[in-house]
């Protein structure tokens, strides 16, 4: 049973599309998070949610909206995709407490924007 | 910026010990130093985390220096599977903060 699965895997799409990444987790965790990792692999927090409240919102675009439905999914959608957005975007979640900074992660989504 | 420093890269060879450092001297009292590696096209994975004293567990031993500045990550038997990037970051224990990631070191695990 993975612990935090997210879906797609692979994301090739077109300049101006609309795209959604869907991530679950099966740990029973408070805390979810995306994460992307560029090129140059720097991984940067962009959203973290603590029992579907947004806490953490790294002065990432508008265009990227994150929806927590429930505390075990945290799903991002990605509105007029553009060409620096290519990457991989990372799922994770962590408890709360002294444990908040032990991330479980997901698997990646790599997105590719043409 | 990351708060931490780690060398670019590190060789090892198979079945030896794996000693990976870390530079935190700015470290804060109540900031733990936390491990993770991420292994080729998979997600990061966490290792080991500590605040003062040694720790260890089944995957790796942390040894952080009496005055915190500095910790180094041992890895006692490496095999290939450990061939990976080991991010070396402080942070505090409480609620959520968020853990600012550098490039770590890449080490590779030669047979």
């Known amino acids: 049973d993975t612990a935090v699965s997210q879906t797609p895997k692979y994301l090739v799409t077109q300049m101006g599309n609309d795209k959604s990444i869907k991530c679950e987790q099966n740990?029973?965790?408070?805390?979810m998070y995306w994460y992307k990792q560029d090129s140059k692999k720097f991984l940067k927090i962009m959203f973290s949610?603590?029992?579907?409240?947004?806490?953490i919102n790294e002065t990432v675009p508008n265009r990227f909206s994150p929806k927590s439905p429930d505390k075990a999914h945290l799903n991002l959608h990605i509105n007029s995709l553009e060409l620096g957005d290519s990457a991989v975007y990372f799922c994770?979640?962590?408890?709360?407490?002294?444990?908040?900074?032990?991330?479980?992660f997901g698997a990646g989504s790599r997105l590719t924007v043409l | 910026d990351a708060k931490t420093t780690q060398p670019t890269s590190m060789d090892c060879a198979e079945g030896r010990a794996a000693n990976l450092p870390c530079n935190h001297s700015?470290?804060?009292?109540?900031?733990?130093v936390y491990w993770y590696r991420q292994i080729h096209s998979q997600g990061p994975q966490y290792i080991i985390h500590?605040?003062?004293?040694?720790e260890t567990n089944e995957m790796a031993s942390l040894i952080i220096t009496e005055d915190r500045k500095s910790s180094t990550l041992i890895l006692p038997h490496a095999t290939l599977r450990d061939t990976a990037v080991y991010y070396c970051?402080?942070?505090?224990?409480?609620?959520?903060?968020?853990?600012?990631w550098g490039l770590g070191t890449s080490l590779a695990v030669n047979p």
């Open positions: 994770a979640s962590s408890p709360t407490g002294a444990g908040a900074n032990v991330l479980t």
């Open positions: 740990l029973g965790h408070d805390t």
């Open positions: 949610y603590n029992n579907k409240e947004l806490i």
């Open positions: 700015t470290i804060s009292g109540n900031e733990y």
């Open positions: 500590g605040l003062k004293n040694n």
């Open positions: 970051i402080v942070g505090d224990a409480g609620n959520n903060r968020k853990l600012i």
